[in-house]
């Protein structure tokens, strides 16, 4: 049981490249989630995936595209990366019913750097 | 609409010494609180969680947080501060109605354990 998977671990863009950042889980949860973390601006939400095939923006989606390919996958796309975009991204899962109570899975994070 | 303030960015305290991170939340219905503990280069990890059942919550290692709603506090103690607890804290609101499982996070409090 691995939970919440991301690949890569850390990557080097040039500013105007694009690339996706991959993530899975196992847990069969139905929520899937995109944060960036920056320093002193704690965790923000990009975008997230109530469940298969439907997606929502979050507090910061501008510059990013997501696709939820099926229920376990999770991939968030950079079409033309900035300088902006330099942070460290985590990819959460969750299950949310009437009876539970959203705890988060994360995983262990993207570091990107766009110079 | 909903928030939680963090105060303190940074925090030290000594070894052996209580620990305590400060959470104010606002929310516009009932919420569910919750605390994440980030160790360096690593993903959140849930330490406890409040979801009305009890307004005193223990959660890992040693952590507790009583939900005070006359003052909109989730604070976070531990009577006795580890060199291992030296990690970066989140506090997260959500709203407690089903449907709305989008989490709202605080900047954070690194805590420094002095030995």
């Known amino acids: 049981n691995a939970g919440v998977t991301q690949t890569p671990k850390f990557q080097v863009l040039k500013t105007g490249q694009s690339m996706t950042l991959q993530c899975a889980q196992d847990?069969?949860?139905?929520?899937m989630y995109w944060y960036r973390q920056d320093p002193g601006m704690g965790l923000r939400l990009i975008y997230y995936s109530a469940s298969e095939g439907t997606t929502d923006k979050g507090e910061v989606p501008n510059g990013y595209n997501v696709s939820r390919l099926n229920k376990r996958e999770f991939s968030l796309r950079l079409e033309s990366a900035a300088p902006s975009q330099t942070s460290v991204y985590f990819c959460?899962?969750?299950?949310?019913?009437?009876?539970?109570?959203?705890?988060?899975?994360f995983g262990p994070g993207t570091r990107l750097t766009v110079l | 609409a909903q928030s939680v303030t963090q105060l303190g960015s940074h925090v030290s305290v000594s070894e052996g010494a209580l620990v305590l991170l400060r959470c104010n939340y606002s929310?516009?219905?009932?919420?569910?609180l919750f605390w994440y503990v980030q160790y360096p280069n690593q993903g959140l990890q849930l330490l406890l969680k409040?979801?009305?059942?009890?307004?005193l919550v223990k959660g890992i290692n040693g952590f507790e947080a009583e939900f005070k709603k006359s003052e909109t506090s989730f604070h976070l103690t531990k009577p006795s501060a580890h060199m291992s607890d030296a990690a970066e804290y989140f506090c997260?609101?959500?709203?407690?109605?089903?449907?709305?499982?989008?989490?709202?996070f605080g900047t954070g409090t690194r805590l420094t354990i002095i030995p």
């Open positions: 959460a899962s969750s299950e949310e019913g009437y009876y539970s109570y959203n705890e988060q899975f």
């Open positions: 847990m069969n949860h139905n929520s």
């Open positions: 929310s516009s219905v009932p919420p569910y």
């Open positions: 997260a609101v959500r709203p407690s109605n089903f449907g709305n499982e989008k989490l709202t």
């Open positions: 409040y979801t009305s059942a009890a307004t």
